[in-house]
């Protein structure tokens, strides 16, 4: 993944402990010398001569709840987001795809930032970019260098649709003396001859960084009794990326989301993350790689559940009829089918590069000293210490989000390089307190909030709740102490007051807007976008770009916006209050045509939020989703049964997964064999024999739907009952 370095929110929140030094934002390599990346500089903006959305203040916090910090860096992605569209339009598909991967990773590093997972528009931009970076790749021939290995995915995941003739099944080679069957047949043969080939650079990149990490990852394989040839499952999981963070939420060299991450003991904040600990998730991976072996006694069914979780392999085992991967492949999500060959073709090829015609030089192995370091310390200050740079420092602790340790970490274990010990500890042991962390501590008085102080210090509600370890609602009570981490003044906000750039006309970018009729909308007061996206049925993002809108400005009343929509609703819009429709205006297609498709018809995978109503159980939420209970909980980091009204549970959805499509028919527990179904939640004191009699069907019946190998069961396990029988 290219990694972006211009984190615009640590630009106004960076702790530093000596408090004295300014760390200037530095500029993507793409931003640096275009002028249409550059914020919007006028207080307002205009449409048709009249004002659309008002200004908001420097503060903070602004009138409108409006997070700058978070405004900023949204605003910073979607103008890459412009850009892209616009280079996609001119055919420079280079550009296209840099710049779509400079918006995802604005977000991604915005996605650590304290409570983001609640904003709105942080959500909409985020859907709103993957989706048209996917359109945008299914309709390009090859992608460059630097392309992440997610839009890499989604482009090898084209390459084996349609091949499904009797010759893709049959077995050509089995790699000898290793417990994973790595087998070569056709759709493995595909994959091997794209990285040998096309898409040859991406396994020399690959290699090149297994030298890095490699033996370390052996090493634990080994202590964790895993076969070491599923080290090479990290090729294709991040590219051997340790901060690599997925469109799907997952984070690190072996993408743990973060329920699963934590039932394996990684933790994290806003500080430090556990998931891009390399050597911390590497053992994490090794140990749910063994779980899930044992739970299906299959290694590639294991490494299909590593990717889309047990509830999906189970239920493709159901529909098939089979426990073979290669036979129910095609009742798994597109992704997930594909994943295993895709595997078996990296590591078949990156066991024996030469063999392959690739032959690259390996970056030499990360050995380091660890030192436990139990205060917040600036990581210029303990890189001056250790005789080395920030850069170092950071690639031997990529888990550090903030450019320092995080505070409340005792016994922090901070890598540094080899051979520094003796004279890190020396320098170190040297060190004032003033220096070594900058901390205020705020006394709170009576009457005030979170919100208050946070205003008072200009930093986030979320960044003092965390710093705390309390929640943002928390009543506080006077008397006691906070801690306030010491942040930067917001330089990029007040720049524009000391150096004001030329004003630029507005970029009115008809996102989308390909074949449809042009309306135009007053606002009245009280709209917002967000009512507006779903009333015309249009997305939030295409609204601010249709009219150039940015993040942190409120629509103001009477004045007029553009919006596109599908020719065949125009007449029912016609009647509605403030809305006029320009029936001569069709926007043609711009530049050369392209395979569009309406986003509610595409393949995407995505997460919602459900929040658990009073009497509902992991097994009702399951079955409204068309997932399994056990998926919820590895999802959310949950061990027991219990859950709570009002608790919120993240859901991962698969709109081509056949479980959800059934899930989403008239009468969802109709099965593919038009057999009624229901899921039966393992309680304490529970045998096969008592749930059989239960629902009056055999043991042997049970443990062929479920393809259960022996009588064993655990609490809370989730089990497929066939009510009117099956086979």
Not at 71 to 81: G, P, V
Not at 295 to 324: E, K, Q
Not at 543 to 571: C, H, M, P, V
Not at 713 to 722: A, E, F, K, L, N
Request: glycine letters at 6%.
């Amino acid at each position: 993944m290219i990694k972006y370095i211009n984190i615009l929110f640590l630009t106004f929140l960076l702790i530093g402990c000596t408090g004295k030094e300014t760390i200037k934002p530095i500029k993507s390599p793409t931003a640096q010398n275009d002028s249409s990346q550059n914020f919007i500089q006028s207080s307002h903006s205009t449409i048709n001569g009249d004002t659309l959305y008002s200004e908001t203040t420097n503060d903070t916090t602004s009138e409108n709840g409006v997070d700058p910090i978070v405004a900023q860096s949204l605003e910073s992605a979607r103008k890459h987001y412009i850009t892209a569209l616009r280079a996609e339009t001119d055919g420079d598909s280079t550009r296209c795809a840099n710049e779509f991967e400079f918006a995802i990773n604005i977000l991604n590093d915005l996605s650590y930032y304290p409570g983001i997972e609640k904003n709105q528009d942080f959500n909409d931009l985020s859907l709103s970019i993957v989706e048209d970076y996917g359109l945008y790749i299914a309709n390009i021939d090859s992608l460059g260098d630097q392309t992440s290995i997610f839009a890499l995915r989604e482009k090898l995941n084209q390459l084996l649709e349609g091949e499904d003739s009797p010759e893709q099944y049959r077995t050509r080679e089995v790699m000898p003396g290793l417990t994973v069957p790595l087998v070569i047949n056709g759709f493995v043969q595909i994959y091997m001859d794209y990285f040998t080939g096309r898409g040859k650079h991406h396994m020399e990149r690959w290699v090149k960084r297994s030298g890095k990490y490699f033996p370390m990852m052996k090493r634990i394989f080994r202590e964790e009794n895993v076969p070491e040839e599923l080290i090479y499952l990290s090729m294709i999981e991040s590219g051997l990326n340790p901060v690599a963070r997925s469109w799907a939420k997952a984070v690190g060299i072996w993408q743990f989301i973060k329920g699963t991450g934590k039932l394996y003991g990684l933790e994290g904040n806003w500080w430090y993350e556990d998931r891009r600990n390399v050597e911390k998730a590497t053992r994490a991976a090794a140990q749910h790689l063994r779980d899930l072996y044992n739970d299906f006694g299959d290694w590639h069914l294991a490494i299909a559940s590593y990717n889309s979780g047990p509830g999906r392999v189970r239920s493709a085992m159901r529909r098939s009829g089979t426990s073979v991967f290669w036979f129910l492949r095609k009742n798994l999500p597109l992704e997930t089918r594909n994943y295993v060959p895709q595997y078996i073709a990296a590591a078949v090829i990156a066991m024996n590069p030469e063999k392959f015609g690739i032959s690259v030089e390996r970056d030499l192995e990360l050995i380091y000293d660890v030192v436990k370091i139990d205060q917040c310390v600036d990581l210029r200050v303990l890189a001056e210490c250790a005789s080395t740079d920030v850069d170092i420092l950071q690639e031997l602790n990529p888990e550090l989000l903030q450019l320092c340790t995080p505070p409340g970490y005792s016994e922090f274990e901070l890598k540094i390089p080899k051979g520094s010990i003796e004279g890190f500890n020396e320098k170190f042991a040297q060190l004032p307190d003033e220096k070594k962390r900058d901390w205020a501590v705020h006394l709170i008085k009576k009457g005030e909030t979170i919100g208050k102080i946070a205003k008072k210090y200009g930093i986030s509600s979320y960044v003092i709740a965390e710093a705390n370890n309390i929640s943002v609602k928390k009543k506080l009570s006077s008397g006691q102490s906070l801690l306030i981490p010491v942040s930067l003044k917001m330089n990029l906000l007040a720049s524009k007051d000391e150096a004001p750039a030329k004003k630029q006309k507005s970029v009115k970018r008809k996102v989308d807007a390909r074949g449809k009729t042009k309306i135009t909308y007053k606002v009245k007061s009280g709209d917002t976008l967000s009512e507006l996206a779903e009333r015309f049925d249009v997305r939030i993002s295409d609204l601010r770009n249709w009219n150039d809108i940015a993040y942190g400005r409120q629509l103001k009343a009477n004045a007029t916006i553009e919006i596109f929509i599908d020719a065949n609703k125009s007449e029912k819009l016609a009647a509605a209050e403030n809305v006029q429709i320009d029936q001569s205006q069709i926007v043609a297609d711009a530049g050369k045509k392209i395979k569009k498709s309406s986003k509610k018809n595409l393949n995407k995978s995505y997460w919602t939020n459900h929040v658990v109503r009073s009497g509902e159980s992991f097994f009702t939420i399951a079955k409204k989703y068309g997932v399994t209970s056990q998926d919820i909980k590895n999802w959310n980091g949950i061990r027991s049964n219990k859950i709570m009204p009002g608790q919120e549970l993240e859901i991962y959805l698969v709109s081509e997964n056949p479980v959800v499509a059934e899930a989403k028919t008239k009468n969802p527990v109709q099965t593919a064999k038009g057999k009624r179904t229901i899921e039966h939640q393992v309680k304490k004191g529970d045998s096969l024999y008592q749930i059989a009699a239960q629902y009056k069907i055999s043991v042997a019946q049970i443990k062929n739907w479920n393809n259960f190998r022996s009588d064993k069961i655990t609490v809370g396990q989730v089990i497929v009952i066939y009510l009117d029988g099956g086979a």
